[in-house]
């Protein structure tokens, strides 16, 4: 173990998230300005899901503030796929419309890999369509959208200065949405890459070899101070609540990784909630923008 004088180095999500956001407003003025035209970002959200909500309405308030056009679709629970389905056509169709988010998971009755199946791969934004994904895991294909908390973790990697060529990286958890797609940017970026999982026997040892961990697994604080390597890059994707009595709201969130304990050990970390949270709407804003500017400046 470090000692205890030891403080990594705390990677600040928010600011450099406020960085990025303020390098797309500047491009989206430049666009409206040159092309008389802005990208624009159409948010579906079926039902009323209250973190679905809040995560629908900060993404449309972050699109006001950089100067994206959002295009606010609110459906019922009750909605059919066949109507939500028509619902993405019409937006794929619409020329001012550059990126199609449909807010996730959907309700019970709708198949959500048909509905994310029939986003147009221009206006995939998240970057879950197939075709992305499967271009992402060949080598020299290039998917022309990343999905936004992976693209986000490297950009934080990225920079902090952390290097990545050469390092020994683990990723703790393979959802689609976070661990399969951030291994397949690490190994883009010439990383070695261990994924660990819910059938890995002693996932500690791994981790333990690990010179950058992204921790995605979902699970609470399961990722001990004594799994870091000392020095070792930690990129914490989880949010978890836990019940907190000293809390207004009953609750406090943590990460996949016990902070306090990682802190004495990490060369650098991400805090949760601050880290990887704001970056992950920073660059769907950013896909958005890339999307449009693909359109415009053709």
Not at 89 to 113: C, R, W, Y
């Amino acid at each position: 173990m470090a000692s205890q004088s030891h403080q990594a180095t705390v990677i600040d999500g928010k600011a450099i998230a406020q960085t990025i956001r303020s390098e797309i407003a500047d491009e989206v003025r430049h666009l409206s300005k040159k092309y008389g035209k802005v990208p624009g970002l159409a948010v579906v959200i079926v039902g009323a899901r209250k973190d679905s909500q809040s995560y629908v309405s900060m993404k449309r308030k972050a699109c006001q503030e950089v100067g994206i056009k959002s295009f606010d679709v609110d459906l019922p629970e009750q909605v059919s796929e066949a109507e939500l389905i028509s619902k993405v056509h019409e937006l794929n169709a619409n020329p001012d419309v550059h990126g199609i988010l449909v807010q996730l998971p959907l309700p019970k009755h709708i198949n959500e890999e048909k509905v994310l199946g029939e986003i147009s791969i221009e206006k995939d934004v998240d970057g879950f369509h197939p075709l992305n994904i499967g271009k992402l895991a060949m080598k020299g294909r290039e998917p022309l959208f990343l999905p936004c908390t992976p693209k986000g973790c490297l950009e934080l990697l990225t920079r902090s200065g952390i290097s990545i060529k050469g390092k020994k990286a683990v990723v703790v958890g393979r959802s689609n949405i976070v661990g399969l797609p951030v291994s397949l940017l690490l190994l883009k970026a010439d990383a070695t890459v261990t994924i660990v999982h819910s059938g890995t026997p002693d996932p500690e040892s791994l981790v333990r070899e690990a010179d950058i961990v992204i921790a995605a697994a979902g699970q609470a604080m399961m990722i001990k101070g004594s799994w870091i390597k000392p020095g070792a890059a930690v990129i914490d994707v989880g949010t978890n609540a836990v019940d907190d009595p000293s809390k207004k709201s009953g609750y406090r969130l943590v990460g996949d990784v016990d902070f306090q304990e990682a802190c004495n050990v990490a060369g650098w970390i991400t805090p949760v909630p601050g880290g990887v949270g704001p970056m992950t709407v920073a660059m769907l804003l950013k896909n958005t923008l890339d999307g449009a500017k693909r359109v415009i400046e053709q």
